[in-house]
Structures are given as C-alpha cells and as structure tokens.
C-alpha cells in the first residue's frame, strides 16, 4: 500500500541520463543521488514528476496542441479512425466508450500500441494484430506522434535502468526477454470541460477516467498546464493532486513493476476528475515489458521483501488483452 504521502516528489534525472550507458555508472555520485530519489518516491508514492528529461519543451507542448486540434474537430471526422475489436483496440473511441469499474469514462481517446504483425505472437497476439490508426487531419500528427514515441521509449529505458539499481540488482534487470523489446502504449485523451454542451446525448458524470491502475512498467503523463485533474490514492484513502509542473512528466509505476519488484513497489490508484469548464488534454505514454514477457518477482527483491513471493508470474501480453476486452462497450 502506498504510504501516507501528501506531495508528489521532482526528481531531476539529468545525472542518470549523462551516464546511462556507462558501466560504472552506480558509483557516479549523480547518479546515486538520483537512484535513491528514485528508490524513495517508488516506495512512498508510487508516482513522481521527472525533470531535467531532455525531451525538448516544444515537442511536448506540441504533441498536445496537435491533440487539441484533432478533439475539436466534428465528430464524424474523428470517428473515421473508429476502435474496435476487429481494428486490435486500435484507434479513436468517444466519450463514454471507455469503461472503468463498471461506470463510462468522460474522456475521448486514440489509444496506439507498438505494431504486431500477423501471427507475430500466435494466437495470444491476434487481439491486439494490425498498424495504427492515424487521423489525416490535423496533417502531421502521426510524424509527431511517432517522433515523440522513440523519445519517450528511450527516456522510459533510461529510467527503469536507475530503477533497476534502485533495488539492487543488475542495471539491465529490465531488459533483453523482459522489456528490451517494449510493448508501448500511447493514449492521446481528452476530457471535454465540465459543463461542455456538445455532449448531451453522453451519461454525465464527472469522472474523467475511474480508479485505476496501469498495467506495465512505468507511465509519462504529458498533461495541459492549466489544470489539475489528476490524483493519486495515499495509503489513507486521500486523492492528492498531481497539479501539471511545467517542463515535467508525471511518472507512475504499472502492474508488472509491482510484481517484478514483489511489492516492494506499488502500481497506485488514480483517477482523472472532471471540474473545471475547460478542455483537458493528457497524452499518456505507457512503457510496458516485452508482450510475450514472462513476468515474476525478481530474486533481488524476493530476498529484499522476506524472502516469499508474493505473486503468481502473469505473462504481460494476456494482462493487457485482458484489460482491453473489458474496457469497451460493445
Ligand atoms: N493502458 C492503460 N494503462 N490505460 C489506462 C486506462 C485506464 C482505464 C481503463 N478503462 C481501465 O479500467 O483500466
Ligand atoms: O489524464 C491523466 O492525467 C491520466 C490518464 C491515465 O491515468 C491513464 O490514461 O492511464
Ligand atoms: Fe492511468
């Protein structure tokens, strides 16, 4: 259970990301510095904000204004790249689509996943088979949006490594059959503003996104400025802000992080709330391991936490095709 923390920590990385390729890099001091951050707020929070990433201002203030550009336009141009079952949970789904414990989500998404070719993982692959579904307007949103997911895949590989040193073990603990070959996730969201008229035919509610989890590694949260909306459950029971910090991500841990620590780390409850009468747009990375990846606690932490496992392995792949059939109403 996540402690009882009231603040959610910044953590400069930009020590890690000079010697993230070094051999010896757990004994730069920099680097320590920012390990122990790190250790900290996986352990209190489960959630920190990163600055000092290296992925220019303009590129991420930009991936959301193209956002912006594409909710505004009419429904039945968006609607033209339609998600479903038969497109692998590719493309754009409308508010209320999304469902979380039960209740519609008020939010309008494109979700994209890293490709899968045909067969590529035989048949626990076949749900999430076919390429991305891109908008052709506004032009040059899928050059932007893929430029920004090499970046993000990068940044992301750069952080699990001081993660891994975090708990001890070797740096590369997250690579290779685990998470060289990473099963990304991008969701571009918007959430319409609290009193918005354009969708009165919708349930309305004002949950932006329900209680949740997310279901990998770890996850960049690049969200407008203006608003806070996100929050984050304590060990209490308290929902604390994660008000936007201009020039930094939100960083979260997913499911698999928390088994593969044994707990040591805890994939945290959050939410998105709607109240605020402006649009809101979040474009949400998710690092994700390998989609064939066999996930268990690793000995490092096994040993750490008591020396018993605490969690059956799960494969991530049918963690997430699991998720992804319960998500949408038919
Ligand atoms: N790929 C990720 N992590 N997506 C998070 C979406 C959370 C809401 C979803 N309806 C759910 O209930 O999980
Ligand atoms: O909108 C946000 O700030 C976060 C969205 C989120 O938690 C998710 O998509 O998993
Ligand atoms: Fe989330």
Redesign the pocket.
């Given at each position: 259970m996540a402690a009882e923390f009231k603040f959610i920590r910044v953590i400069d990385i930009s020590a890690l990301l000079e010697k993230w390729d070094d051999p010896n890099m757990d004994q730069d001091q920099g680097v320590a510095q920012v390990v122990r951050q790190l250790d900290q707020a996986c352990r209190e929070a489960g959630f920190f904000y990163v600055k000092g990433h290296g992925i220019p201002d303009s590129l991420v203030k930009e991936i959301r204004s193209i956002s912006h550009k594409f909710f505004d336009l009419p429904y039945e141009e968006k609607v033209k790249i339609k998600l479903s079952a038969a497109t692998g949970y590719r493309g754009y789904q409308h508010v209320g689509e999304?469902?979380?414990?039960g209740i519609p989500?008020m939010h309008e998404a494109i979700d994209c996943y890293r490709e899968v070719k045909h067969g590529m993982y035989g048949t626990l692959g076949e749900a999430m088979e076919g390429p991305n579904l891109w908008p052709h307007d506004p032009p040059n949103f899928k050059k932007l949006m893929e430029e920004y997911i090499e970046l993000c895949t990068d940044l992301s590989r750069k952080i699990m490594r001081g993660i891994a040193l975090a708990l001890g073990g070797s740096m590369d603990a997250f690579e290779g059959n685990k998470a060289g070959d990473p099963f990304w996730?991008l969701?571009i969201i918007g959430y319409p503003g609290a009193s918005s008229a354009h969708h009165q035919e919708m349930p309305k509610n004002d949950v932006g996104?329900?209680a949740?989890t997310?279901?990998?590694l770890l996850?960049l949260v690049n969200q407008d400025d203006d608003i806070t909306a996100l929050q984050v459950r304590n060990s209490n029971g308290e929902w604390i802000s994660a008000a936007p910090v201009p020039g930094t991500f939100v960083c979260n841990i997913?499911d698999m992080l928390k088994i593969l620590t044994n707990g040591l780390y805890e994939s945290t409850l959050h939410r998105v709330i709607v109240n605020f009468p402006k649009y809101r747009v979040c474009v949400a990375y998710?690092y994700e391991p390998n989609f064939d990846a066999a996930i268990e606690p690793l000995d490092v932490c096994v040993k750490r936490t008591g020396g018993t496992r605490k969690f059956e392995g799960a494969v991530y792949g049918k963690h997430l095709v699991s998720?992804v059939q319960t998500?949408f109403v038919e």
């Open positions: 999304n469902i979380t414990k989500d996730v969701r996104c329900g949740h997310d279901y990998g996850t997913g998710f998720k998500n």
